[in-house]
């Protein structure tokens, strides 16, 4: 943030905005950083309310 506010001689209007188009860019970079190697299996699921739980497999929620 510093070389951007150096380089917008402390305009802080021009600053935020430069920072916003680099915002994008910059976490998808990020993501794909930290995504190597990783998996997308989950092994954990939050508990499911009963009003949510299909009373056979075919048949419908208590929503439905």
Same mark, same amino acid.
């Given at each position: #943030?510093?070389?951007?506010?150096?380089?917008?001689? +402390?305009?802080?209007? @021009?600053?935020?905005?430069?920072?916003?188009?680099?915002? /994008?860019?910059?976490? #998808?970079?990020?993501?794909?950083?930290?995504?190597? +190697?990783?998996?997308? @299996?989950?092994?954990?699921?939050?508990?499911?309310?009963? /009003?949510?739980?299909?009373?056979?497999?075919?048949?419908?929620?208590?929503?439905?």
């Amino acid at each position: #943030m510093r070389d951007v506010l150096s380089e917008h001689q +402390g305009d802080v209007e @021009a600053v935020q905005v430069e920072l916003v188009k680099r915002a /994008i860019p910059d976490v #998808m970079a990020l993501f794909e950083r930290s995504r190597v +190697g990783g998996r997308y @299996a989950h092994s954990k699921f939050p508990p499911t309310d009963d /009003i949510l739980r299909k009373k056979s497999q075919k048949g419908a929620d208590e929503i439905w």
